[in-house]
């Protein structure tokens, strides 16, 4: 045995360097070393927003000014409040929906060429049809209460988790899939420990796009037909040229996606912490 290998301190193996587990000062100032540009920017935007409001460049009833459009939000707490608990809700409800028939039609996919031949074609075809354009057949049918909402916030977030989850199931190494076979193992062994894990990845990218997809599809049934709600609210605003009013209303429909966005982000870092994309670089060195 080398020399190297016997001073190595136990527990650690001769030739890598394993990082230390940041405490939370670091985890903080990385966090903010990440942050800070994104939030320059949003700040450089509303910068321009005021200068182009307090020099009049536009008029109010178009653009109004950001104190505008916080005094209204201010002032209409409540009703905001509880029309963006009703778009929330018609968000959310899609969206879970949406990810358990996404992946469980990829499933399917996956483990039958005839279904994935035949369903795939008509998957794409749906993608293309534009949703705003079917929305009001699904307010004739289903009527003017939450039904419509959650089937179209479903339709526009169904295509990028079906997807994903496709991509990720077919990216297993196949020499992987050989080895359980020759171990032994039995399908539904091979799905869960070798499948699954490595599908989870582009799953998550493909939540993360379906997520603020869902959003929009919510608003969007919204606009067919609705008497609360935040797309209620920005038809109203609009109706009544109340542009401060429209702009709290999108201001809070774009805070929703970014807030669901980031739990999702959250739920991926806590779940797959031993993916790549989750590890520094620098983690293991090798000498």
Partial sequence: MSQSALSAPPGRTAGVAVR??????????????????????????FAA???????????????????????????????????????????LLGFVIAVAVGVLAAVVMVYSATVEKTLYPIL????????????PLFVVWLGFGIAPKILIAVLIA????????????KAVDPEMLQLSSTMGA???QTFVKIRLPASLPHLFSGLKVAVTLAVTGAVVGEFVGANEGLGYVILQANGNLDTPMLF?????????????????EIAEH???????????????TAY
Wanted: with cysteine; proline share 7%.
């Fill in 20 to 45: 230390e587990r940041p405490g939370l000062r670091q985890r903080t100032r990385e966090a903010a070393e990440k942050s800070w540009r994104p939030v320059a920017l949003l700040l450089a935007c």
């Fill in 49 to 91: 927003w005021w200068v182009i409001a307090a020099a009049e460049l536009v008029e109010p009833y178009l653009v109004p000014s950001p104190g505008a459009t916080l005094d209204v939000m201010l002032d209409k707490t409540d009703y905001l409040w509880q029309h963006s608990w009703v778009t929330t809700y018609e968000t």
């Fill in 124 to 135: 794409l075809f749906a993608q293309v049809v534009p949703k705003i354009a079917i929305a």
């Fill in 158 to 169: 169904f295509f990028p988790v079906v997807i994903s989850m496709v991509t990720g199931l």
């Fill in 186 to 188: 039995s399908p539904w």
């Fill in 248 to 264: 709290a209303g999108l201001l809070v429909m774009s805070l929703i996606g970014v807030v669901l966005f980031v739990l999702v």
């Fill in 270 to 284: 806590l779940l797959l912490p031993w993916h790549a994309s989750r590890r520094d670089a620098s983690a293991t």
